[in-house]
């Protein structure tokens, strides 16, 4: 929404953006900032509910010709004083950020909710504001590269200047940088399926890499055959769009410490349920299936140039675009992994569990994992349990959780746990091969998938899988998201790798 944001901690502001709780008055710091009592007054009326993001305003009389005056006040409410928390700072940034569109503000708008946060207990400042970053910065994701001539007005996109305590400069643009990373995620998924096609989809990994000095290595046509990368083959073979794998790599400086964490990423450039064909209004919206191995680029951006860690940190994105033709591969097919694994393929549209399946091998037996977690549109059958609310999660491994659930919190990208049990692992048994891709009897779809994968996976090492299809976007247009891509994912592994 915004052309650019500025944060900065001096200059002449026009508005002043003061906060209060519901059924609360304004706090003494912030009624000292009143001009004339307007925002006091102001609260009396009745949109002014104290609601969390509401916005009211309050304009100071000011003389004709003054310069360098307030002309205006912001008083967002912050909801109820005990629910306040550091993650409820997005919604407050993306409430000011939009009423700055709405206001066509152009002049520089002071946040001071420093009287108003003062009021509550054990409130992490710092957490509060790299949030309050992270929802300007969400807010402000453009991507219009689509619009062509036929808009009678092209979108005109104003600059936000923020002006807040020195303080809190740093933080606040450390958050803003982190959702850069999550908007480069979101421009990816938003790229149709014609310009992100799997060889653009590594290009931009390879700029990406160069730009932030990760290592990159794309295993394309015959590495595929030496590899064994049999899902990405057999999945990618009717498309012209060859399927590829990426692989990523941040080593810290001086070498880090531990084993790596691999991030393992479906990036389906479009998926069309192959001949096994998805019908009716099925299909749309599948550019989006590559949305996994989007958002472990957009971390491993974040990795690379804001959260640093000291663990290495490899991506593999497993590249392919599930089509149609005389050569694409069939249910009733017999494939063979490397790790030994047969799959009889049933159906060609669980295809998003065959390509992880070969990132899945390979990070086992080739690098040394500390932890493998993967990200991927896989299920419509999450989308029916947990809605746009909570990401499906699968981890068995009570660590690896934990640390997903930490990272879940301070990110605000929600997980649920759902079950694993030895007979899901049985339903994918097949009379043919060892396992099928998927069970015809459309029993548990989303255990399904992690059932499927956990096959590829060597026992002891810890693993996490998140089924993101109901997350990844949104249609609905508010608080820091327009109607499109969310990028969940990339904030939650930054904050994963922050924390250890
Ligand atoms: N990419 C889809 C899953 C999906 C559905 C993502 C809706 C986003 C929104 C996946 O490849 C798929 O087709 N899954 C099938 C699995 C079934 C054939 C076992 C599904 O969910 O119907
Ligand atoms: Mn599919
Ligand atoms: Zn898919």
Partial sequence: ????????STGSPSTLVLGYFKDAKLDKASASRDIGGVAAAALTRTESTGDL????EAYPATKAGSKNAITRIMLVGLGAKDKFESGSMRAVAAAIGRRCVANKETGMVEIDLSGALGEVKKFDAEAGAQSFGEGLGLLGWVCDHFKGTGQKEPIKRLPLKVKVAAGDVAQIKRGVAIAESANFCRTLSQTPPNVATTGWMAQQAVKMARQTGLKVKIFEG????REKFEGLINVGKASENKPCMIRLEYRPAGGGRGKPAILVGKTMTYDTGGLSLKINNGMVGMKRDKDGGCAVLGAMHAIATVIKPKRPVIALLAVAENSISDEAYRPDDVLTYRNGVTVEVTNT?????????DALCWACEKENPAYIID???LTGGVVVALGSTYAGMFCEDDNLRAKLEQASKASGERVWRLPMHEEYREL???PIADILNSNPNRKAHPIQGAAFLSYFVKENIPWCHLDIAGVHATESNKGMFVDGPTGWGTRLL????DAE
């Fill in 1 to 8: 929404m915004f052309k650019s944001i500025s944060i900065v």
């Fill in 494 to 497: 930054a904050a994963m790798l």
């Fill in 375 to 377: 990200l991927a549109t």
């Fill in 222 to 225: 015959a590495d595929l055959e």
């Fill in 349 to 357: 549209d669980a295809e998003g569990r065959l390509v992880l399946a």
């Fill in 428 to 430: 994918m048994k097949s």
């Fill in 53 to 56: 993001g509401t916005v009211s």
